[in-house]
């Protein structure tokens, strides 16, 4: 297994106010996503930044080849695991396929939900200029939001495909657009997936928020990955914005093979592992 050099421990409250003096100063923002009690806490335990109970648990923890699937009360259990585990980190929880798009008022329900029951610091939301009065709204009740444009996997069924988006000037244009809007309407960041790194590069020295890049470039105010990708959990996933920190699919089956071998060997459990 490969060895790493543990982050320095930072006890930093991070809230989205840090956020965005972390652009200011120029310091990098590290964002994972986690939808459990424990991978929470050992990302807690070495310092990142933010924790996003990301609608992505729709694949990698519930297994359906989309998020649209996933509900709000998905995402109120899982952010209540993370949460038990939390003590720096901002914790952001994703306002899943159609409980916002539907209304102002669904928005403010859904994502007070969130807030109320789990207690976290912030929500996201996928979409550009049409989700601004949303934004808007919310900002103005107490709820941070955090944008998401580009790659926006709960629109796949619109575009048809998970490939680079924004590669056209009139796209790379709207997107841009997009971004000041949000930024405008009060998002204390924003997400960038999947775009070229020229187009994230040209949005974060346009908008005064960060943006966090996945798969957009090194010249985001941050960087996030689906923690699962990054630990080398969703192992047939080889996209070239995924770097992987760990090869734990590999590592697990070893575990259980060798599991199975010592019960049908008679060589688990040994006298000192019994009463
Ligand atoms: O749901 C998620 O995990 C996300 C990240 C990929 C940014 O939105």
Redesign the pocket.
């Known amino acids: 297994m490969k060895q790493h050099k543990q982050a320095a421990a930072k006890p930093r409250v991070v809230t989205t106010k840090t956020v965005l003096t972390m652009k200011q100063s120029g310091e990098k923002i590290a964002?994972l996503?986690a939808y459990d009690f424990l991978i929470a806490k050992y990302l807690d335990q070495v310092g990142i930044d933010i924790i996003?109970v990301?609608?992505?648990?729709?694949n990698v923890v519930q297994g359906y080849e989309t998020?649209l699937p996933v509900t709000v009360d998905d995402m109120i259990y899982h952010a209540k695991a993370v949460k038990r585990a939390v003590k720096n980190a901002l914790i952001v929880v994703?306002m899943p396929f159609m409980s916002f798009q539907t209304s102002i008022d669904d928005a403010v329900r859904n994502a007070g939900r969130i807030m109320k029951e789990v207690g976290v610091g912030a929500v996201?939301l996928?979409g550009g200029a049409y989700i601004a009065e949303i934004v808007r709204h919310l900002v103005k009740v107490g709820i941070p939001v955090m944008g998401?444009l580009g790659l926006t996997?709960q629109a796949i069924n619109k575009f048809g495909t998970y490939e680079v988006r924004a590669q056209s000037k009139s796209e790379a244009d709207e997107l841009l657009a997009d971004a000041k809007v949000l930024a405008d309407a009060g998002v204390f960041a924003i997400?960038l997936?999947k775009i070229p790194s020229a187009l994230a590069k040209k949005v974060t020295n346009a908008i005064s928020v960060p943006t966090?890049g996945?798969g957009a470039g090194p010249d985001c105010d941050g960087q996030?990955?689906?923690v699962y990708d990054m630990l080398g959990l969703t192992e047939e996933f080889k996209p070239r914005f995924v770097r992987r920190y760990s090869e734990l699919a590999e590592n697990l089956r070893g575990a259980f093979g060798q599991y199975i071998k010592d019960v049908k060997g008679h060589e688990f459990p040994k006298k000192k592992e019994s009463y």
């Open positions: 964002m996503t996003l990301g609608d992505s648990l729709g998020t994703d996201k996928e998401h996997p997400v997936e966090i996945i996030v990955l689906v």
